[in-house]
């Protein structure tokens, strides 16, 4: 060994960083719009590709074990524990975390806020959990986004910028789409300049994705935010109520009036006043951003959300092609006549005649007869395609029944491909005419669709037995 070799290797010193990370999957009156899917489930647990969406994110999370090289110090970097904070009863995800657990090897646990919290509240109210054994940093997802996540690339960002508190994981939008996320001004060197939840006007093409890595420092950050309204904003509230109550016994002689205008005001103040809410988006960013100890991951990986349930079948696409990639033996080559990427449970029964691919995913007990055609589509558990039906861009709801010869077909949905950097509009079900947004047909749990029949282009609600065909239409 030389000289400079023995002192290269005297230098070199290693550490550990220690991560933890927070997925939040808010609650049964968020995701509305991703109904009738929702309405069996919780959103977070709805599966794509064969797997429930947070367990996309438990995969990831719970594979990205690293080193960092800086100069002559290697960093050894890992996420030790996951979190599940929002405030669907605990119930609904213990079976899952049993099987996480199992699959993964590593801790995961669900905690339940008393009350819907907002995106950075649940993170101080739980902070004696999260801060146990003094983490460096947390990672923080949103359940509703989907992607292939950087997740080594951002810790290291994160541990080269030794003044950043935070730093937020970014794409590109076009102009015209970048207004209905959380813009990002990001100058040279990765530093954002300024945030904003989706502006009235155009503010940058940055667009934030959803996923951060935190300091603990943000915590205390998000407990300043917290204690400010909930003591200021009462002390002001309170001067304000009597200011409006002595104004009111000026003007009304009614006290009946007077005491159903106080009711109102009191129910005003309650809900909308007192909530104890904080969101990273309009509170915590934007501050953080102003003191420059906010930066930025730009990233050109696939990136979504699933805000609707039309988006599902896009995000069930790339998830099908990420395992094309990291994983192939997931998919399946031989059960049936598969075209391009294709998942199907094993517990599936699948008739070697039927044609299926391609990005399609099959799930548990499902029953495809002989003569099936099924492209760009999810079928749910227990679902039974009969003979020679066709599914073109659809979602076949949980123990559904498509008779015999049928047709089920929505319209594709899919980023324009001559935009670059378009994302997938997340569509509302009607446009400003009233009409309905040509879209997936969806069919909710326990619905029958008779024999040669076509439902085209419609979202139909659970345990309906329909008897004709329908187009463009939402069957309640």
Known sequence: MSRSDWDDAQLTTSMTMSLKAVVLVGGEQKGT?????????????????????????????????????VLYLIILASITEIYLIGFYPAKYFYD???????????????????????????????????????????????????????????????????????????????????????SVVIDSNGKVLHYVDKPTTFVSPHISCGVYLLRAIVVERIGKAYNCSDTDTKQCL?????????????????????????????????????KQEVWFETEVFPQMASESVLYALKTKRWWSQTKTAAAVLYANRHYLRLYHVSDPSRLCRDRAQIIGDVFIDPTAEIDPTAKIGPNVSIGAKAKIAAGVRIRETIVLAEAIINEHACILHSVIGWRSVVGAWARVEGTPISPNPNIPFAKLDNKPLFNTDGRLNPSLTILGSDVHVPAETVILNSIVLPYKELTSSYKNQIIL
């Open 33 to 69: 719009r991703f109904r009738p899917l929702s309405l069996q489930l919780p959103k977070p647990l709805f599966p794509i590709a064969g797997v429930p969406l947070i367990e996309h994110h438990i995969e990831q999370l719970s594979k990205a074990s690293f080193s960092i090289t």
């Open 96 to 182: 899952f975390i049993q099987k996480c657990t199992e699959t993964y090897s590593i801790k995961i646990r669900y905690l339940e806020e008393p009350e819907a919290l907002g995106t950075a509240c649940g993170l101080y109210h739980f902070r004696s959990i999260l801060l146990e054994n003094n983490p460096n940093a947390l990672f923080v997802l949103n359940a509703d986004v989907c992607g292939d996540l950087p997740v080594a690339e951002m810790a290291y960002e994160l541990a080269m910028k030794q003044n950043a508190h935070g730093l937020l994981l970014t794409t590109e939008a076009t102009r015209e789409q970048s207004i209905n996320y959380g």
């Open 238 to 274: 309170l001067i304000t109520l009597k200011d409006i109550i002595k104004n009111l016994k000026k003007i009304f002689t009614c006290r009946y009036l007077l005491f159903t205008l106080l009711n109102i005001i009191q129910i005003c103040v309650e809900e909308y006043i007192f």
